[in-house]
Structures are given as C-alpha cells and as structure tokens.
C-alpha cells in the first residue's frame, strides 16, 4: 500500500513541520536509512541529497535533528542497526568519500563526529553493515571494486570541551580487505543474516555475483 503526501519542499519547512510534507523538489534526495527504532515510537530518518547535505529527521517529534554539508553528493546511508538506539551512521559520497559519524553524542555546535576515508578513487555508491557484527560494513564502489573495514572505537567516546559540554571522539577506520570484482560500478550489495561472510552483489556490466568473506568471525563487536 502506497501513501502520497502533499508536496513541499524541505528547505522550507520549520523544524517541527517535518513529517508527511517532507518531499523534496529544490534538491535530489539520492539516499534515505532508517534508524533509533528501539521501540515502538522511536523512529529517526537520515536523508542524503546531491549538493551534499546530510539530514537527520526525528520522526517522532516531527523535527529536524540535525544537519550539516558534506561538500559532495550523498550516495549512501546507513546506520550499523536499524532497531538500535543510534549508534553510528555511514554515509558514502561522490569524490570517493566515506564518513562514519558517532551518532552518540552531538555537540550544540560541531554536531557528531565523525572519520573520513578515501578508500578507493572513484564514486562509493553505497555502504552496508555485516549483520553479524555492526562495527564491519562493505563499501561499494564506482570501479567496481569492494572495501571491507572495521571501525575501531576511541578509549573515550566522550569528552569536555572547553566549555564542560560533552562532544564525542570519532574511531579509526582499519581496511580489512578490498578487491575489484567488476569493470562497471557496483550496483547493489547485501550480506546473508543466516552465514556470516555470505554475500550477494550486482554490477552494472549486467552480472549477479555471490561472493563469500571468510574469517569475519575472528574480529570481535564493541559492546
């Protein structure tokens, strides 16, 4: 079942008129993800767009989260886990750009923190988490290659700023493992939630690939 809303563009709605009118027409959303569902009313929505911009939406108090510009078009976003509360949010870009940010804490004006990666040098389409182990996700790229990395976390999540007001610690991103499967971009990607390391892709050069990523169960989860 499909619901149509009414049409209005984002840019100009107030922070708490989000919600059924959040339909874009000044700018191409490129990319949406759930995320903080870990109940029944808690619902945010992280949205890319191509000049860049990067929302995060509360569904549930119908206001704008945050923002900021990442300086390239968004092609990717993920959370590590959907039915979590907010831990870390992927996001992929133009110009071979990966940014994780630590959704945990959000300074009043640096917003999250995040790590950024130039993995490989051509567009990254798309990012998806090994559900078995959320700190391990995929990237997907415009050469047709894929990035395995893992997030390391910080001693310290957390810190004071000069101000005694919490801002968070970005982690460090370690490649685990890359290889070019294709001569076309990587299209799309999905891991297997029954065997660990099992995988699906498809390439632009009209192939469908099932690939399997052995020893991912040797690197253990931050809890």
């Known amino acids: ?27 191409d959303c490129w990319a949406v993800a759930f995320g903080n569902s870990y109940n029944t009313e808690e619902r945010v929505l992280a949205a890319g767009y191509d000049n860049g911009d990067l929302k995060v939406f509360d569904l549930r108090q119908n206001m704008l989260l945050w ?11 993920e959370f590590d886990r959907k039915e979590i509360s907010m831990n870390k949010l ?5 110009e071979s750009k990966c ?3 630590d959704m945990k804490t959000c300074h009043p004006e640096q917003g999250f923190a995040s790590v950024t990666e130039l993995p490989q040098k051509s567009t ?19 050469n047709g290659g894929l990035n395995l990395y893992k997030y390391n ?14 801002k968070g610690v970005p982690g460090t991103l370690t490649l685990l493992n890359e290889n070019v499967l ?8 999905d891991w ?8 699906c892709l498809s390439c632009l050069d009209q192939t469908c690939k099932v690939i399997i990523v052995t020893k991912l169960n040797t690197y253990q989860q931050f809890l």
């Not at 809303?5 to 708490?16: G, H, N, S, V």
């Not at 923002?67 to 976003?77: E, S, Y």
């Not at 992927?90 to 133009?94: D, E």
């Not at 990254?124 to 415009?142: C, E, S, Y």
């Open 67 to 77: 923002d900021t510009n990442l300086k390239n078009a968004v092609c990717g976003v």
């Open 90 to 94: 992927a996001v992929t870009t133009l």
């Open 124 to 142: 990254i389409w798309g990012v998806k988490h090994l559900p078995q182990n959320r700190d391990i996700f995929m990237t997907l790229a415009g």
């Open 99 to 101: 940014h994780v940010f």
């Open 1 to 27: 079942c499909f619901f149509f809303f009414k049409q209005k563009t984002a840019y100009e709605i107030a922070q708490r008129l989000v919600g059924s009118e959040m339909c874009i027409r000044d700018r």
């Open 153 to 166: 976390y910080p001693a310290k999540r957390v810190i004071k700023d000069e101000q005694n007001l919490d």
């Open 192 to 199: 297997s939630p029954d065997k660990i390391g099992l995988a």
């Open 182 to 189: 294709s001569t076309q971009p990587v299209a799309s990607f």
